[in-house]
């Protein structure tokens, strides 16, 4: 059952969006049938104990509601021990931090090494950090014949994916406890509004009754943008084709040489800067192949679409890039572009992300309404 690491409410028969007095009932039905005292089956004691585990947890609002946000990031078999439980931070200590699955390939002529670590960064050690792992990889991981192919493998997904969605948002899930654990609030509070951004309908929901219940008003975590983070591994390849342009009588590769070879293939050829004038600043960059842009105009809502049914947001217009993100059915989002097959289609959605998903999911015409401040439309 989703939300329900555990089996606690499966224990009492309940789901979670039962209220107080259900559980109470179900918990007095079931002790009451269950109690040792009483009934003489080998599992009584078992499962009347499992039974009071479980009621313990869901009768207190803050303990459930605790339960609640850890079973939507943990399974049974890695839920956290409470007691034990440290919030993620990157060397400094920054709140505000994403988890970064980086790739390493060394090469050791006679044996190479792949490795992938999951990295928690700030926004300020995140450049520097992609940028150390660029160039380790450009400069060690050739060395064996067989590690040629696993490097550009790496070095591409270490450049296309800015950051993991899932891993961030279980990161910041699992920060919102352990946060309010140390008896920090506000940055719990600000945990919870960051991971709004990567939640869907259903999980908003017990952000939302969390961020309520704290009482505490926090600034909105400072926005991350994919430019800097790809632009730092950049920075590794250029100086190694500038040597080499040097070292070959100045030849010097152009710009729409470069882009093609880094490009995964022919159809992804570029990347392209889009600006919705949300918030007056570019949002995100995504990759794009030969795809047609539409001009972004808040007010026209000749462009504005919505799914048809639950929808996985690409970060380029193939099934083969990684996930931006998940949406629910009847989400309005913007046209912005598509694909010259038409089998494609760009996508602004409300916090001013771009991605991809199939032309034949959209709708055309508003669908759930659109949430105050959106980069989708403006009134």
Do not use: C, H, Q
């Given at each position: 059952m989703k939300y329900d690491a555990l089996g606690y409410y499966q224990l009492l028969g309940l789901s979670p969006q039962s209220g107080d007095e259900q559980i109470k009932q179900a918990y007095r039905d079931l002790a009451k049938f269950w109690h040792p005292d009483h009934n003489k089956d080998e599992t009584a004691l078992e499962k009347f104990q499992k039974l009071s585990a479980a009621y313990d947890i869901l009768k207190e609002p803050a303990a459930r509601l605790r339960y609640d946000l850890l079973s939507m990031v943990y399974g049974a078999a890695d839920y956290p021990e409470y007691e034990n439980m440290a919030p993620f931070v990157d060397i400094e200590g920054d709140a505000n931090v994403r988890a970064f699955m980086l790739h390493h390939v060394r090469g050791k002529f006679f044996k190479y090494t792949y490795i992938k670590e999951l990295k928690i960064l700030s926004r300020t050690n995140a450049p520097k950090v992609l940028g150390q792992t660029a160039l380790a990889d450009w400069l060690l991981g050739w060395w064996h014949p067989a590690a040629v192919i696993k490097n550009i493998q790496a070095l591409r997904r270490n450049y296309k994916n800015a950051f993991s969605v899932s891993e961030t948002f279980r990161v910041l899930v699992h920060n919102i406890v352990a946060y309010q654990k140390q008896g920090n609030v506000a940055l719990a509070v600000g945990s919870a509004v960051a991971a709004l951004e990567f939640a869907d309908e259903g999980e908003k929901i017990y952000l939302e009754r969390f961020i309520a219940s704290a009482g505490v008003r926090v600034a909105r975590p400072q926005l991350w943008h994919a430019a800097p983070l790809k632009l730092a591994q950049l920075i590794a390849p250029a100086i190694i084709l500038l040597l080499a342009g040097l070292g070959f009588g100045g030849n010097l590769l152009l710009d729409r040489q470069l882009a093609n070879w880094w490009g995964s293939s022919k159809e992804i050829s570029y990347y392209q800067e889009v600006n919705t004038g949300y918030r007056s600043q570019t949002v995100d960059d995504v990759v794009v192949g030969k795809i047609h842009s539409i001009p972004v105009n808040k007010s026209d809502r000749s462009r504005l679409y919505h799914l048809q049914r639950e929808a996985v947001v690409m970060y380029g217009p193939s099934d083969e890039?990684?996930?931006?993100?998940?949406?629910?059915?009847?989400?309005?989002?913007?046209?912005?572009?598509?694909?010259?097959?038409?089998?494609?289609?760009?996508?602004?959605?409300?916090?001013?992300?771009m991605g991809f998903v199939r032309m034949n999911i959209l709708i055309k015409g508003i669908g759930r309404e659109v949430p105050f401040g959106s980069a989708v439309y403006e009134k």
């Open positions: 890039f990684d996930v931006l993100k998940k949406l629910p059915a009847d989400t309005t989002v913007r046209l912005t572009g598509y694909s010259p097959d038409n089998v494609w289609a760009r996508i602004l959605i409300d916090n001013g992300e």
